[in-house]
């Protein structure tokens, strides 16, 4: 059985930062994909980044050069630092883990970019 716990969620002003955490735990095999995606109200769930355990990197357009991904492999943690926020940023985000032939999801953390 395979757990994502995510953290690091929270509101923020315009222009501010968060990082979100989340912590795999379980069968975790050592060749995976790990990622942000997020789902704004009356939206479709979309990806905000994935990163290989090789370290391989993706943004989507929306949050390039804003945003990092990284992780450390002996925790099973991935991160997302996410810079000069916007109010389009609101939304719930999700971890995510493709592990060999199965996907898994945290539960969600809500990032709030108001003022």
């Known amino acids: 059985q395979v757990q994502l716990v995510e953290s690091g969620g929270g509101l923020v002003q315009p222009g501010g930062s968060l990082r979100l955490s989340c912590a795999a735990s379980?069968?975790?095999?050592?060749?995976?994909?790990m990622g942000w995606y997020r789902q704004a109200p009356g939206k479709q769930r979309e990806i905000v980044a994935i990163?290989?355990?090789?370290?391989?990197?993706n943004y989507a357009g929306s949050v390039k050069g804003r945003s990092t991904i990284s992780r450390d492999n002996a925790k099973n943690t991935v991160y997302l630092q996410m810079n000069s926020l916007k109010p389009e940023d609101t939304a719930v985000y999700y971890c995510h883990l493709n592990n060999g032939a199965q996907s898994y999801w945290g539960q969600g953390t809500q990032v709030t970019v108001s003022s």
């Open positions: 379980g069968s975790i095999f050592s060749v995976n994909i």
């Open positions: 990163i290989t355990s090789g370290g391989s990197t």
